[in-house]
């Protein structure tokens, strides 16, 4: 389904159908002309849809838009979100929907736009029950290890 012209509106409605159509194996929604609001409805999505494994948006030049399926429910699930602009007022959005997704145990945030106060606010938002969980933020080639993370492992 890649390269339709989908828009935020017609992913939305896509994704609103996902955790009904028996797919196993990659759905590719790339080049569809989305924003941020589809990677935020995408995570706000994920809570719903136990046989994802793995998603991953990049809404840089790339425009990928990717979510891979098992067969049956996975125990956990990995999201990377690139290059998706995220503005302070899409912090809350985004935390209420990874509090929600239980089953995530690796996020990966690359040159999204979230400055330290916005990445604090987020840390503080996201409410995870004790388990693992990863949390990576790259940007610019840089990765710097925050030690103090309560159980949560993150990289800047």
């Not at 899409?90 to 990966?108: D, I």
């Amino acid at each position: 389904l890649s390269a339709n012209l989908l828009g935020d509106s017609g992913l939305r409605c896509l994704l609103e159908c996902l955790p009904q159509v028996p797919i196993s194996g990659l759905l590719d929604l790339s080049h569809n002309s989305v924003s941020q609001e589809s990677a935020l409805y995408l995570v706000e999505t994920l809570p719903s849809c136990p046989r994802v494994r793995e998603a991953s948006v990049n809404l840089g030049s790339e425009q990928s838009f990717r979510i891979h399926f098992s067969r049956e429910d996975q125990a956990g699930k990995t999201l990377r979100l690139s290059e998706c602009s995220f503005r302070p007022e899409h912090v809350s959005r985004l935390a209420t929907g990874l509090s929600q997704s239980l089953q995530l145990t690796e996020l990966t945030l690359t040159q999204c736009c979230l400055g330290q106060k916005q990445l604090a606010i987020l840390l503080s938002l996201v409410g995870r029950p004790a388990g693992l969980f990863s949390l990576r933020l790259h940007k610019a080639h840089r990765e710097t290890v925050l030690p103090q993370t309560g159980g949560l492992c993150f990289g800047i």
